[in-house]
C-alpha cells in the first residue's frame, strides 16, 4: 500500500518578502541579507531545527542546524522551550545564518486547534465569533490568548454555515519567545501554528484540486493531520499522540532506558505481530513438548504495538471521517507521511493499510538546492528527512509580525 519514500521534488514561487533596515549598509552586505529568507526555528520534542534559505526560485540552502533536546527535558514541554530558546542565539551567531530575522514555528503541545461551524449574517465579523468561542472553550480570558482562524467556506447542502479552522496559543508563551529573541538581539518577524507550515511546506507540487490530500505529521509528542482539496486548506487537527507512546511500550517490554526503547522501536518492520501458528503434533507428548521448547527458544522477543497502534489509527480515521462528512463529494486521495516518526517505513504502511489509502513518505527537502558549502550542523541532508516540514514551510511563510 505504501510506495516507495519518494523524494518530493516542486519548484516554489519566488519571495515577495522585503528586507530592510534603519541602518545604512554597503551594497555588498544588503545585497546578502536580501538574497536570504529569514531564520526559522521549530522547537521540536525531540529537536530544534534552525533553518534558511535564499529567496531564489528553487530556493538554495543557506544554513542549516539540529539541536537535539537532552532527555531530561523531553517530558516537560516548559522546561525544554526554556533550553531551546537559550540555545538560540549561540546556534545562529555560530551556524553560518544570515542576519537577525526570525520566525518561528509554535510547539503545536501548546496551540489549540479546532473546527467550528458558525452562521454568519449579514455584519457578523467571523474574528468576533473566534474571539467570543474560544476563551469561552478553553475557560480563559481572551486576553490571555493571540488567535486566529481559517476560513474555509460554506458547507452543507443549503450553503448557511461557514466552516472555521480556529487555532489559539498562549499569549505567555509568544512572549517568553520574543523575550528570549530579543536577549539574543534577534527580531521576530513571524510566529506560525504548525499545521499551517505543514501545507506551506507542499506549496507548489503539482497537485489537482479534485484530488483532496491528506498530510500526516507524526512527530514523537503530537500528530498532526492536515487536509487540502490541492492547495486550499480544509481540515487541521492536533494529535496528543505519537512516538512516545510507542517507546514507552517497548521501555516496558524491555525495561530499557529510553534511548534504547527509541532505537528499538524504529528498527521494528512488525508493530502488530500475529500469534504463530500452532506447530503439527506428532502425538507423541514428550517429543512434542521438545518441538516447542526449541521453537520459542529460536524465536526472538515480540514487541506488540498494537494498542497505541489502534488508539492512533482511530483519532486518524476520525478526522478522515469529519472530512467525508463536511465534504461529501470530495474523497481523500491519497496520504503524505512526514515528520521525525516518518522515519519507520512500518508506522508509516500500517497506517495508510488501515486507512486504505496510497501513501508516500515525503523528503520536503528534497526542493532545496545545495552545493555541499553551505554550514549544516547536526543533520545529514544527504539522508531523507521527512521531519523538516515544519521548518521549510516557516521559511516559504509571508511573515506575519
Request: glycine share 8%; net charge neutral; proline share 6%.
Amino acid at each position: 500500500m505504501l510506495a516507495e519514500r519518494a523524494q518530493v521534488r516542486a519548484q516554489i514561487p519566488g519571495s515577495s518578502m522585503l528586507f530592510g533596515g534603519r541602518h545604512r549598509q554597503s551594497a555588498g552586505v544588503l545585497g546578502k541579507v536580501a538574497s536570504s529568507r529569514p531564520i526559522a526555528v521549530d522547537f521540536g520534542a525531540t529537536c530544534m531545527k534552525v533553518l534558511q534559505l535564499s529567496a531564489g526560485d528553487p530556493p538554495g540552502l543557506v544554513a542549516a542546524a539540529c539541536v537535539p533536546t537532552p532527555e531530561q527535558f523531553r517530558y516537560n514541554a516548559g522546561r525544554r522551550l526554556n533550553w531551546q530558546v537559550e540555545q538560540l542565539g549561540p546556534i545562529i551567531r555560530k551556524g553560518g545564518f544570515r542576519g537577525r530575522r526570525v520566525a518561528c514555528v509554535l510547539p503545536s503541545s501548546s496551540t489549540f486547534c479546532k473546527h467550528m461551524q458558525v452562521s454568519l449574517g449579514e455584519g457578523v465579523d467571523a474574528r468576533a465569533v473566534v474571539e467570543s468561542a474560544i476563551p469561552a472553550e478553553l475557560n480563559c480570558p481572551a486576553e490571555a490568548l493571540i488567535m486566529r482562524h481559517h476560513e474555509v467556506g460554506q458547507v452543507g447542502k443549503t450553503g448557511g454555515r461557514t466552516e472555521l479552522i480556529c487555532m489559539a496559543t498562549p499569549r505567555v508563551l509568544v512572549q517568553k519567545i520574543m523575550d528570549a529573541l530579543r536577549r539574543a538581539r534577534l527580531e521576530a518577524v513571524g510566529m506560525y501554528p504548525e499545521v499551517l507550515t505543514l501545507l506551506r511546506a507542499f506549496e507548489g507540487l503539482r497537485v489537482a484540486e479534485a484530488d483532496p490530500t491528506m498530510y500526516i505529521d507524526l512527530g514523537w509528542s503530537t500528530t498532526r493531520i492536515v487536509i487540502a482539496h490541492g492547495s486550499d486548506l480544509v481540515f487541521a487537527r492536533s494529535i496528543d499522540m505519537g512516538g512516545r507512546q510507542f517507546d514507552e511500550v517497548v521501555q516496558q517490554r524491555l525495561n530499557c532506558d529510553p534511548a534504547g526503547a527509541n532505537r528499538t522501536r524504529l528498527e521494528l518492520t512488525d508493530l502488530a505481530p500475529t500469534a504463530p501458528e500452532p506447530a503439527a503434533t506428532t502425538g507423541m507428548p514428550h517429543l512434542d513438548a521438545q518441538v516447542r521448547s526449541a521453537s520459542a527458544t529460536a524465536t526472538a522477543p515480540e514487541i506488540d504495538l498494537s494498542e497505541p497502534l489502534e488508539m492512533l489509527t482511530d483519532e486518524i480515521s476520525m478526522c478522515v471521517r469529519y472530512h467525508a462528512s463536511v465534504f461529501p463529494e470530495h474523497q481523500i486521495a491519497s496520504a503524505v507521511f512526514v515528520g521525525g516518526e516518518a522515519r519507520q517505513r512500518a508506522l508509516c504502511e500500517h497506517i495508510a493499510r488501515t486507512l486504505r489509502l496510497p501513501g508516500h513518505a515525503a523528503d520536503p527537502m528534497a526542493r532545496v538546492a545545495r552545493t555541499g558549502r553551505e554550514t549544516v550542523s547536526g543533520v545529514d541532508l544527504k539522508a531523507q528527512q521527512p521531519g523538516w516540514a515544519s521548518v521549510l514551510g516557516a521559511c516559504l511563510s509571508p511573515t506575519d509580525l
